[in-house]
């Protein structure tokens, strides 16, 4: 949701890069992303007002089912022969622990959402990194604060 109706808007059609979104691993690493940014620094901006828009409760009950179709699209996926099991044995996650993620997911709410933005990703309550990859960019190599490599 975060992705299709606050960063897509940011990012993308005010920002000019070809793309962007959020995302979450499977080791629960959540992450933001955007490429062929042009405006890298401004992006890094916006991702840190994420938690305020989730908070912001500024989305609906539609753009949450939206958000779960996405979801389930991928959760649902089929699995090819070969890779069944895979999860399991990659990452001790079992069937019965699948139907209960989607179970959970199914059962998410507007105030679900908000919850978790404030206690995971709210200004003091994240570890970050931030990498920009690229050619070099005029604004990082005037902050002294960046690491060139």
């Known amino acids: 949701m975060v992705t299709a109706k606050f960063l ?3 990012i993308r059609e005010k920002g000019g890069a070809y793309g962007g979104g959020a995302k979450l691993s499977h080791n629960g690493i959540f992450a933001f992303y955007s490429y062929r940014d042009p405006n890298s620094v401004a992006t890094l901006t916006t ?4 938690a305020e828009w989730v908070k912001s409760g500024e989305f609906t009950q539609q753009d949450i089912d939206e958000a779960k179709l996405a ?8 699995v090819a022969p070969s890779d069944k099991g895979m999860d399991h044995f990659l990452y001790g996650i079992s069937d019965k622990m699948k139907q209960e993620h989607r179970e959970q997911l199914f059962a998410v709410e507007k105030n679900n959402l908000m919850e978790a933005a404030s206690k995971y990703l709210a200004v003091g309550k994240r570890t970050r990194g931030v990498a920009i990859l690229g050619p070099e960019n005029a604004d990082i190599a005037k902050d002294p604060t960046w690491v060139q490599r």
Do not use: C, Y
């Not at 979801?71 to 089929?78: G, N």
């Open 47 to 50: 991702f840190g007002k994420v």
């Open 71 to 78: 979801v389930f699209a991928a959760v649902d996926a089929p």
């Open 8 to 10: 897509h808007r940011e």
